[in-house]
């Protein structure tokens, strides 16, 4: 069995190894985006662009539009319905601008 020093040497001779492997395929893959780029004359915005459809949670919440004259809580319209307004006309809990 190897000894602790050996193994270390041994460790140090791979991550050398490892990261000239590394840089040769990074250096390919940056030649193969370069060739691709040019290629079909892409711009920076296209190739970095977020894709559409994906652009992260909403964020903010929807202003109220109605409230409750009793108590004064409001609601957006989405989601459930709060007691205050459920199965009444919501006409007269509009909010006014």
Known sequence: ??????????????????????????????????????????????????????RGPKSGTKPAKYRDPVSGATWSGMGREPLWIKGQSREQFLIQD
């Open 1 to 54: 069995m190897a000894s602790y020093r050996e193994l270390l040497k041994q460790r140090e001779a791979l991550q050398r190894q490892i990261d000239a492997a590394q840089e040769q395929e990074v250096t390919a893959a940056i030649e193969k985006v370069r060739e691709i780029i040019n290629e079909y004359s892409l711009t920076p915005e296209q190739v970095f662009a977020q894709p559409r459809g994906k």
